[in-house]
């Protein structure tokens, strides 16, 4: 059974940095690209970041620069360090297993909330 658990999510300040974490279990995780999304309100889910199995990154253009994904094979879990966190961050943010330049794979994790409100 696969399972994808992510965590780190929380309320933080404008200017402020979190880190999500996002540990799989059930898949090969080093033959699976990976994927953090986002979804606010009221709006379609969204790519934020995305590694390859070779650990090639990718960044939606609003969080290029701030955000940065990275992943450890031999513990299962892919990160995605946020810094300089704006009110329009605000989202869920789930993890996915199997990204590709095509789009999002068939494994989601529950999602984590992220909050940025002063």
């Known amino acids: 059974q696969v399972q994808l658990v992510e965590s780190g999510g929380g309320l933080v300040q404008p200017g402020g940095s979190l880190r999500l974490s996002c540990a799989a279990s059930?898949?090969?995780?080093?033959?699976?690209?990976m994927g953090w999304y986002r979804q606010a309100p009221g709006k379609q889910r969204e790519l934020v970041a995305s590694?390859?199995?070779?650990?090639?990154?990718r960044y939606a253009d609003s969080v290029q620069g701030r955000f940065t994904i990275s992943r450890d094979n031999a513990k299962n879990t892919v990160r995605l360090q946020m810094n300089s966190l704006k009110p329009e961050d605000t989202a869920v943010f789930f993890c996915?297993?199997?990204?590709?330049?095509w789009g999002p794979g068939a494994y989601w994790g529950q999602g984590t909330q992220v909050t940025v409100s002063s």
């Open positions: 996915n297993a199997g990204t590709t330049a």
């Open positions: 059930g898949i090969v995780f080093s033959n699976f690209g």
């Open positions: 590694i390859t199995t070779r650990s090639n990154a």
